[in-house]
């Protein structure tokens, strides 16, 4: 071994057992900012890395995994605490499948029900740009006066 390699393997052992890729490659490799794995580092979702003797951060593989499952989790529309119950159920060999399928069901419910809130909205407001002939007086505007009384247009 070269004085060169064994002094760095001297001086942080710990990091020659394992890859190890500097913040900006973990970012490349997962899709996700610099500043928002650091902030995930803060929150607890990422264990804090190990650091060089130049106080630089160092990560393993297993890092660009969790960042990416993190990411996907979002995708889906987890919150940053839900994430955090499916990483500790992902390790839960006896329940953890089933109590993320649960979570998972619970999500879709929600999107389903955000789904329907927004048809809903949608619907109204087609209604509205239909009924809108796009000139004359705002007082007779239908949009303007289902968003509020039209007394108070042009009152600013």
């Known amino acids: 071994m070269s004085a060169r390699l ?11 057992r394992v890859a190890t890729l500097s913040i900006g490659k973990v970012a ?3 899709g996700v900012a610099i500043d928002t794995i650091r902030f995930y580092e803060r929150e607890g979702l990422l264990p804090e890395p190990l650091r060089r003797a ?3 951060r160092t990560y393993d593989t297993g890092a660009v995994r969790r960042l990416r ?3 996907r989790a979002k995708n889906l529309g ?4 839900e994430i955090r119950e499916l990483l500790a159920l ?6 953890g499948v089933e109590a993320v399928k649960q979570r998972a069901s619970a999500r879709l419910a929600d999107l389903d029900r955000r789904v329907r809130e927004l048809n809903r909205i949608r619907r109204g407001l087609r209604e509205l740009v239909d009924a809108c002939p796009g000139h004359g007086a705002p ?6 006066r289902a968003l509020g009384d039209a007394h108070d247009i042009g009152e600013v």
């Open 6 to 16: 064994q002094s760095r393997t001297h001086a942080a052992p710990e990091l020659a």
């Open 28 to 30: 490349r490799s997962s």
């Open 54 to 56: 130049s106080g630089y």
């Open 69 to 71: 499952f993190i990411r």
């Open 78 to 81: 987890f919150s940053l605490d």
């Open 90 to 95: 992902s390790q839960d060999r006896e329940h």
């Open 139 to 144: 007082e007779q505007c239908p949009i303007l």
